[in-house]
């Protein structure tokens, strides 16, 4: 795997939902950019691919089965990282999901659930994370929010709201650990073509003017790349942004600029 331009040589850079989507995608530009890279994923298959396709292109990386929204299971991988590769430079809290539905048609149990990886997944990751941090002396952290989190979609109240959590807790934390050489910032993606996104599609009873509608929320006129975004959290992440914290960065092909 080529590394000319090197923003995170030497860095140890942790990813949740890294099996997929935008996850995998940043897992693959950390290692082009030289960082050994930890594709977590709940789906332990999915990570491994990715752990898989960064070795292939002679990047350093590793797969690791986490469930985000498990105590337990989210400090193992914190500790597994350290006790494998010696610190955590990076943190990015990607893993999450979303489903469509007002506030009257959401069900309890799926509230909660939505909003213990969304939400709660992002506040563990940071919990185990940032006490690394403080005794290595600093790190990057970049929460994985959306467009959403920022401005109303119908039939997304839940996804909404986790979001719109997200982009608040990123600006506390910004704010509570700069003194301990820890920037926290978070990406607010649009719609991005994903596995996920390929599944509602497939799902619905007009795939084409599905995706015509959601394209539309775009004054661009289309759906986001995965590596597009990527892009976007690698700024974040390295020392090209080291006058950033506390920030919610928009990459939505203009979805927020109505």
Not at 232 to 254: K, P, Q, R
Request: glycine share 12%; aromatic share 4%.
């Amino acid at each position: 795997m080529s590394n000319d331009a090197g923003r995170l040589e030497g860095k140890v850079c942790v990813v949740t939902g890294g099996g997929s989507g935008i996850g995998r995608a940043v897992c693959l530009l950390f290692a082009q950019e030289g960082a050994a890279v930890v594709a977590a994923d709940v789906n332990a298959e999915s990570a491994e691919r990715t752990a898989e396709a960064i070795l292939s292109q002679d990047g350093r990386g590793t797969a690791m089965e986490v469930d985000v929204s498990q105590a337990e299971s989210v400090r193992r991988m914190v500790e597994s990282t350290v006790e494998e590769l010696g610190r955590i430079d990076v943190l990015v809290n990607n893993a999450g999901f979303g489903f469509a539905a007002t506030v009257v048609e959401t069900e309890e149990a799926d509230w909660d659930r939505l909003m213990s990886v969304n939400l709660k997944g992002v506040y563990l990751g940071c919990k185990y994370t940032v006490p690394v941090m403080i005794r290595q002396g600093g790190g990057s952290i970049v929460n994985t929010a959306s467009a959403a989190g920022l401005v109303g979609v119908p039939d997304r109240a839940a996804y909404c709201a986790s979001k719109g959590g997200v982009i608040a807790m990123t600006r506390a934390m910004a704010l509570d650990h700069v003194g301990d050489g820890i920037r926290v910032n978070c990406i607010a993606p649009g719609s991005v073509e994903s596995p996920y996104f390929d599944d509602i599609f497939a799902r619905a009873e007009d795939p084409a003017a599905l995706r015509r509608q959601m394209e539309s929320r775009h004054p661009i006129g289309r759906l986001g790349a995965p590596a597009e975004i990527a892009q976007g959290i690698l700024y974040l992440a390295s020392d090209d942004s080291s006058f950033v914290t506390g920030s919610a960065l928009s990459v939505d092909g203009g979805m927020t600029a109505h």
